[in-house]
């Protein structure tokens, strides 16, 4: 089972950029994949991207491709999401969430989540 704890929401204004973290520990594995989720009030959660901890490069929705970049650094067990021109739409929970050897863009298999962290942009 893994852990996962996100940090590095808050508000920010339409425009800006913000960082996001999320610390993994227990039983990881390079060939396993990480993604970021979010979810808005009253909203479904929604795939962000994805990426496994032996890659350089991620799959991301179609929504923040060109913002929102995922990197992963092994050596620290974190997986990063860097977004940029946020607008007042990105506003949700993002949650990181580890899942296993085959890519997929749905919650349901996703094993372990985080605890998620709020993101504002304001207009």
């Known amino acids: 089972q893994v852990q996962l704890v996100e940090s590095g929401g808050g508000l920010v204004q339409a425009g800006g950029s913000l960082r996001l973290s999320c610390a993994a520990s227990?039983?990881?594995?390079?060939?396993?994949?990480m993604a970021w989720f979010r979810q808005a009030p009253g909203k479904e959660r929604d795939f962000v991207g994805a990426i496994r901890w032996s890659d350089v490069s991620a799959v991301y929705a179609d929504s923040v491709k060109g913002r929102f970049t995922i990197s992963a650094d092994s050596a620290k067990n974190t997986v990063y999401l860097q977004m940029n021109s946020l607008n007042p739409e990105d506003t949700a929970v993002y949650y990181c969430?580890?899942?296993?050897?085959?890519?997929?863009?749905?919650?349901?298999?996703?094993?372990?989540w985080g605890q998620g962290t709020q993101v504002t942009v304001s207009s």
């Open positions: 227990g039983r990881t594995s390079s060939g396993y994949f």
């Open positions: 969430a580890a899942g296993g050897l085959l890519l997929s863009r749905n919650a349901p298999d996703f094993s372990s």
